[in-house]
């Protein structure tokens, strides 16, 4: 076990990927059994995404899944990663969270994303307004959101009799708020507002650094957060062998060289579809091209390559995404971090 490790934090960010074979309902219990999993091992936090209409997740309702996963949990901070603000009414949003964090005092995370994680005509479901969805507003919601949550509207605002969840406090039953960002867009909401941030390196893996260092460098320490907390999330797949791990990895870079190629549609491949798959010159441009968005290898190997990018980004936490098509190999892979860089210590 290597000793160098103590300041690294590891959590995990759950998408709601349905396998090959599983239903709705077993997708969320397995989904339970890793919270639980990661609560034993020492994990700082489980996160549950916002997407809709897709072929392969069940990841709709985030706070719902927040609930069940606290209520059957003890210590591991419970979150969003995230709620899809322009989907959503930022009160509805602070009476969610201020309820759950009055059920798990301290428990609670709430990321917000500037997208709508879903196509256009999914948006205007949501939203039942086409000048909602044509429209861009996030600066005017969000400035709703941290508003409700601190109570500080100002008194000539048509907001401010409105009480969230009688309290009798001024501010409080508020959780700890992450801006998510996979560009320069939404950290400078983090740094300017004083919240913690989370960087996407799947998605723009040459930014990871720049702009995690940016967030730190600038950040302005603010009422909700009093110094800089930053995440950097990451696909990761792991496990005792580089060899092994490279075979737990099909699956996930065949998905994605898919997503790449324009097919949205396919279900999350299996380990045996991805080893007998011939890749065709697009796929496999595809893949090349998107090798820079996973870690893997054995745990030695995938160690080495996480203290290396949280000493760059001066991250505090590296956030897995679940993309395992195994469960066993999925709780295998989180017992070996656990270990490597001692979670429980």
């Known amino acids: 076990m290597s000793i160098n490790n103590k300041d690294i934090k590891l959590s995990i960010l759950d998408i709601g990927t349905r396998l090959q074979g599983n239903d709705p309902s077993q997708t969320l219990k397995?989904?339970?059994?890793?919270?639980?999993?990661?609560?034993?091992?020492?994990?700082?936090?489980?996160?549950?995404?916002?997407?809709?209409?897709?072929?392969?997740?069940?990841?709709?309702?985030?706070?719902?899944?927040?609930?069940?996963?606290?209520?059957?949990?003890k210590c591991i901070r419970v979150g969003a990663g995230g709620i899809m603000l322009p989907n959503h009414s930022p009160l509805k949003v602070v009476e969610n969270f201020s309820l759950l964090e009055a059920l798990h005092p301290?428990?609670?995370?709430?990321?917000?994303?500037?997208?709508?994680?879903?196509?256009?005509?999914?948006?205007?479901?949501?939203?039942?307004?086409?000048?909602?969805?044509?429209?861009?507003?996030?600066?005017?919601?969000?400035?709703?959101?941290?508003?409700?949550?601190q109570r500080n509207f100002s008194a000539d605002h048509p907001f401010s009799k409105i009480i969230p969840i009688p309290d009798g406090t001024d501010r409080?039953?508020?959780?700890?708020?992450?801006?998510?960002?996979?560009?320069?867009?939404?950290?400078?909401?983090?740094?300017?507002?004083?919240?913690?941030?989370?960087f996407a390196s799947h998605l723009a893996p040459h930014l990871a650094i720049p702009v995690l260092r940016a967030y730190r460098n600038?950040?302005?320490?603010?009422?909700?957060?009093?110094?800089?907390?930053?995440?950097?999330?990451?696909?990761?797949?792991?496990?005792?062998?580089?060899?092994?791990?490279?075979?737990?990895?099909?699956?996930?870079?065949?998905?994605?060289?898919?997503?790449?190629?324009?097919?949205?549609?396919?279900?999350?491949?299996?380990?045996?579809?991805?080893?007998?798959?011939?890749?065709?010159?697009?796929?496999n441009a595809a893949r090349?091209?998107?090798?820079?968005?996973?870690?893997?290898?054995?745990?030695?190997t995938v160690a080495k390559k996480i203290r290396h990018l949280a000493k760059e980004t001066m991250a505090d936490e590296v956030m897995i995404m679940e993309f395992y098509s195994d469960k066993a190999a999925s709780h295998k892979a989180y017992r070996l971090l656990a270990e490597e860089f001692n979670l429980k210590g």
């Open 30 to 73: 397995d989904s339970t059994e890793r919270i639980q999993l990661a609560d034993e091992l020492g994990y700082t936090r489980y996160w549950f995404a916002e997407h809709h209409n897709t072929a392969n997740q069940v990841s709709t309702t985030p706070e719902l899944m927040i609930a069940h996963a606290a209520a059957n949990t």
């Open 218 to 283: 600038n950040f302005k320490p603010s009422a909700l957060m009093s110094e800089p907390k930053s995440i950097l999330s990451t696909i990761l797949i792991t496990a005792e062998t580089d060899e092994e791990a490279n075979y737990l990895a099909g699956p996930v870079e065949l998905y994605w060289a898919r997503l790449h190629t324009g097919d949205i549609h396919s279900p999350f491949p299996s380990l045996e579809e991805a080893c007998k798959h011939v890749y065709s010159v697009n796929e």
């Open 106 to 149: 301290a428990r609670i995370d709430l990321g917000i994303g500037r997208a709508t994680g879903t196509d256009n005509l999914t948006a205007y479901a949501l939203r039942r307004s086409r000048e909602a969805v044509s429209s861009y507003d996030f600066p005017e919601q969000f400035n709703e959101l941290l508003s409700f949550f």
């Open 288 to 300: 090349v091209q998107n090798k820079d968005r996973f870690i893997i290898g054995s745990i030695q």
């Open 172 to 198: 409080s039953l508020i959780p700890d708020i992450y801006m998510l960002g996979s560009s320069t867009g939404g950290v400078k909401f983090a740094i300017n507002e004083g919240l913690g941030f989370v």
